[in-house]
């Protein structure tokens, strides 16, 4: 399995920014597709996750209400799209996939993409 994850850069504090996350090699029923962040000096963090062939989807307090995470099974992407962003969303935004739903553990994620850096300035 291979997720390819783009669309990080920086934009001004209030602004917005989509992320997509391509997954290639495997079939992904029965899989949770998640989007985590680490920041510089602190430990990776849940972000988002969306499951793969229901399509239900949970979310970190932290952006609930400003990030929304979707699929395009079709093109075997998942994509966050964060709006009102603040400063401390700034990090490396990384996407994986999960056998175990509904989990926000990152030990319980299997495959990771390399990361996107998203950077928000105030």
């Known amino acids: 399995v291979q997720l390819q994850a783009s669309g990080g850069g920086l934009v001004q504090a209030g602004g917005s920014l989509r992320l997509s996350c391509a997954a290639s090699?495997?079939?992904?029923?029965?899989?949770?597709m998640g989007w985590f962040r680490q920041a510089p000096g602190k430990e990776r963090e849940f972000v988002a996750a969306?499951?793969?062939?229901?399509?239900?989807?949970y979310y970190a307090s932290s952006v609930k209400g400003r990030f929304t995470i979707s699929k395009d099974k079709a093109k075997n992407t998942v994509y966050l799209q964060m709006n009102s962003l603040k400063p401390e969303d700034t990090a490396v935004y990384f996407c994986?996939?999960?056998?175990?739903?509904?989990?926000?553990?990152?030990?319980?994620?299997?495959?990771w993409g390399q990361g996107t850096q998203v950077t928000v300035s105030s």
């Open positions: 969306i499951v793969w062939s229901g399509g239900s989807t």
């Open positions: 090699g495997g079939t992904f029923n029965g899989y949770d």
């Open positions: 994986a996939t999960t056998g175990v739903t509904g989990t926000r553990l990152s030990g319980e994620y299997d495959y």
